[in-house]
């Protein structure tokens, strides 16, 4: 899939072909102009010395307004900018294309993120663009007002052929710029049409790509293309003054927005001038925001992604519209696709980690491995199918963002676990999180980060109360506190000495300290896989004060959790239909788990045993809280996490052996077979 159509999937939108002719040779659609203040508008934004504006410019000086407004269509529909976004009208057909579009063509009724409503109509028979869906989530109307929908009416008139399509494009623009032209004077952040990031995405993806897609039909009338190009107009007025708000995901939107509109209409009086100002800051942000390594610092793959999207969109439209990008941008791009694709899992799964959902970019990252020449991707990418192998062990350290993901190959059914040892991240996006660990056995989830629910409506206590706070993760809790919130952003990558990578294992650590508590604690976790067999895990407590410490693994609600009993709590975790499944196993020779439970869907006392694998959807999921009293001093608790098949258990072992103020030594037998491992903390 391309950058382009990468870009509107943010935006709800479906894959456009290109090509190019000539507008058909009827005038019906030349209408005359749109709302009176919306012309005034119109001719006040455009350059009307540019090149082709001399029947424009005839009409004005003649004083017919409707004749100079019909002129201004004529000249988009029969230019030769945006050539990249301009194709043939499909061949005439009466057919359906189904689905959501035609709920949206025929009842008004959409489906964001699973929120399914009907949007209601106001007095004048327009829509209620503020309307907030059918839980009261202000997300619903953010999505509504980012247009995705003008794609899909795209996609169906050329799968179909039916005119209907584009009259339903037709007549949401008219409404829409009708009720929300001019834009606002200042920066609107909440419960509107114009917040930055909306912007950002209609003129970074769904208005240039619709408005040039529909040029050669007679059902986009000129009142309605006037009054869009209009919009286009205050759409980059708006981004220009206001393009720096919001965090690092939303910049690239806005600024991507602002760099599209200058880039497609360079008729607008101040093109120029917002093309170098969105190069300059995009630029900035990408340097300033993405580490060194090449993961965007909110620390979530999907922002990554969106942010990915939108910085790699607009290197493609610099480069189609025939400027040269800055090769900066370029360098910072491929790195961000490698973060991608060498963090996926065997079946091209990225992590759920922060505010992210569950996403297969497999097929994204095969086109990027096509475009840049990675064939090192492809192979990720096809599960070893494809390509060619990476160079050396196949997991990666992503040494400023805090990343480990580990892994024992790249083919199916392949071993996989991604342990977070960084900062937050540097918006709202990130979770308290530091030092969980997620585990995955080819398309088998395991272990998991229970997700991000929702930032408004219903489920927003969820996230808020339990998705984004460590209660919702693979860590510990003392006291019942969650962690602190700081770093939020790396200063520095990690240092060499706290983590590696060997043919035959892996090993990071790393600590935290918690909010509220009473005195003062420190947990360290340090973590060693043994490639292709199993992972050790050591938590180490410090503190000041006597403590109860909660150890929490949070399994997927596709498997089934079973605990020994109270004096030997091993547990199982097994996938109720492939039979794979991991074995927790505490280890004995120092602090002991008193208890282990098993919470499932529990909402008291607090929030336990839920998954939210996307945004607005979740589950009862089962998991594990082992619980302990601890004294002054240090505690080390230690873990195996062994893979199963069958449905069979491990019968695995292991006991701390020796334990001093840096190190731990412990003995392991899995199979059979006695390792012992001496593990900094």
Same mark, same amino acid.
């Given at each position: ?5 990468m ?6 939108g479906?894959m456009?072909t290109t090509s190019?002719?000539?507008h058909?040779?009827?005038t019906t659609?030349l209408d005359g102009?749109?709302?009176?203040a919306i012309?005034?508008l119109? !001719?006040?934004s455009?350059n009307? %010395?540019?090149?082709?504006f001399?029947n ?17 269509a004529?000249?988009?529909a ?7 976004l301009r194709?043939?009208a499909?061949r ?5 294309a189904g689905?959501g579009?035609?709920a949206?063509?025929l009842n008004d009724t959409?489906?964001?993120y699973g929120?399914v409503?009907?949007?209601p109509?106001?007095?004048?028979g327009?829509l ?7 839980v009261?989530?202000d997300?619903?109307c953010?999505a509504?007002n980012?247009?995705g929908v003008?794609?899909s !009416?795209n996609?169906?008139w ?5 005119a209907e399509y584009?009259?339903a494009?037709?007549?949401? +623009? ?8 001019p834009?606002p004077?200042?920066?609107t952040?909440?419960n509107?049409?114009w917040r930055?990031?909306?912007?950002g995405?209609?003129?970074g993806?769904?208005w240039p790509t %619709? ?6 039909? #007679?059902t986009f009338?000129?009142?309605t ?6 919009g ?9 003054a ?11 939107m806005?600024?991507n927005?602002?760099g ?5 209409f360079?008729? $607008?009086?101040h093109?120029?001038?917002?093309y170098a ?5 995009? $630029?900035?942000?990408?340097e ?5 390594d090449?993961v965007e610092?909110?620390e979530?793959?999907?922002?990554h992604?969106?942010?990915l999207?939108?910085?790699?969109e607009?290197?493609n #439209?610099?480069t ?5 990008p800055?090769?900066?941008?370029k ?5 961000? !696709? ?6 996926l899992d065997?079946d091209?799964v990225?992590?759920l980690?922060?505010d ?6 497999g097929?994204y990252?095969r086109d990027?491995a096509?475009?840049?020449?990675r064939?090192d991707w492809?192979?990720?990418? %096809?599960?070893?199918?494809?390509g060619t192998v990476?160079d050396g062990p196949?997991?990666?350290m992503f040494?400023?963002a805090?990343?480990?993901?580990s892994?024992?190959?790249?083919e199916e059914?392949?071993?996989w676990s991604?342990f977070?040892?960084?900062p937050r991240g540097s ?5 308290l999180d530091k030092?969980?660990?997620s ?7 395991? $272990?998991v980060d229970?997700?991000? !629910? ?12 339990? @998705?984004a706070?460590?209660a919702?993760?693979?860590?510990l809790?003392l006291d ?9 952003k790396?200063?520095?990558?990690l240092a ?7 043919d035959e294992q ?6 935290i300290t918690?909010?509220?508590? +009473? ?11 043994q490639?292709g067999k ?13 403590r109860?410490?909660?150890g929490l693994w949070?399994a997927?609600p596709?498997? /089934?959790?079973?605990?020994a009993?109270a004096?030997h ?5 097994v ?9 927790v ?6 602090q002991q ?15 336990q045993g839920?998954?939210?694998p996307?945004y @607005?959807?979740?589950?009862?999921s089962p998991?594990?809280s082992?619980t302990a009293s601890?004294p ?5 608790f230690?873990?195996?996490l062994?893979?199963t098949f069958g449905?069979v258990a ?5 006991r701390i052996?020796?334990?001093n103020?840096?190190?731990?030594v412990?003995?392991?037998i899995?199979g @059979?077979?006695? /390792?012992?491992y001496?593990?900094?903390?």
């Open positions: 899939m391309s950058a382009r159509s870009l509107l999937w943010v935006a709800m479906g456009i190019n002719t000539a058909a040779d009827s659609w102009c749109p709302h009176p012309t005034t119109l !001719f006040s455009l009307l %010395s540019f090149p082709g001399d424009v410019n005839a009409a004005l000086k003649a004083g017919n307004q409707t004749a100079a407004c019909n002129a201004v004529q000249y988009y029969d230019a030769s900018t945006a050539s990249w194709k043939a499909p005439p057909g009466t057919s359906r689905g579009v035609d949206v063509l959409y489906d964001f929120e409503g009907r949007v109509r106001n007095a004048d327009g209620d663009w503020l309307f907030t869906g059918p009261n989530d997300e619903f953010y509504l980012r247009h003008w794609l !009416f996609q169906a050329f799968q179909t052929g039916n584009a009259a494009f037709d007549k949401r +623009v008219a409404d829409w710029t009708t009720h929300n032209l834009g004077t200042r920066n952040e909440k509107t049409t930055t990031i909306e912007a995405i209609r003129a993806g769904s %619709s408005f040039f897609a529909f040029q050669n039909t #007679d009338r000129a009142s293309r006037c009054a869009m190009i209009a286009f107009a205050e759409h980059g007025r708006y981004l220009n206001f393009g720096d708000a919001g965090n690092s995901n939303w910049r690239s806005q600024y927005g602002l599209m509109v200058s880039l497609v360079p008729e $607008l009086n093109a120029d001038e917002w100002h969105a190069e300059t800051q995009i $630029l900035a942000d990408m300033s925001g993405v580490y060194p090449g610092d909110e979530t793959s999907m922002y992604k969106v942010a999207i939108n910085f790699d607009l290197l #439209d610099v189609q519209s025939g400027r040269t800055d090769p900066r941008m360098s910072i791009v491929e790195k961000m !696709f490698n973060y991608l694709a060498y963090t065997s091209g990225s992590p980690n922060s992210s959902d569950t996403v297969n970019n097929g990252i990027a096509s475009k840049f020449g064939p492809a192979y990720i990418a %096809s599960s070893g199918v494809n990476p196949p997991s990666a040494p400023w805090g990343q480990l993901v892994r024992n190959g790249w059914g392949s071993q991604w977070d040892v960084g918006s709202s996006h990130g979770h030092l969980h660990l585990v995955r056995i080819g398309t088998v989830r395991l $272990l229970s997700g991000r !629910f929702s930032y408004d409506g219903n489920l927003a206590h969820f996230r808020e109360s339990y @998705g706070i460590s919702g993760h693979n860590v809790l019942g506190k969650q962690q602190i919130s700081t770093p939020a790396a200063i520095t990558a060499n000495d706290t983590w590696s990578i060997s892996d090993r990071a650590r790393a600590s918690f909010e509220g508590i +009473v005195g003062e604690a420190t947990h360290t976790r340090s973590l060693v896989y490639r199993f992972w050790v895990v050591v938590d180490r407590v410090i503190t000041d004060h006597p109860s410490v909660e949070h997927h596709n498997c /089934t959790v079973t605990v009993d004096a709590p091993a547990a199982r975790v996938d109720n239909e492939t039979k794979i499944g991991i074995d196993i505490p280890l004995t020779g120092q788990w008193a208890a282990a439970t098993i919470f499932k869907g529990s909402s008291s006392p607090v929030l839920w998954y939210s996307n @607005g959807s979740y589950t009862p998991t594990l082992y601890i002054t001093g240090s505690s080390t230690a873990w195996v062994v893979p449905g491990s019968a695995a072992t292991g052996t020796m334990s103020d840096t190190h731990v412990l003995d392991v899995v @059979g077979q006695l /390792t012992t001496t593990i900094a903390l």
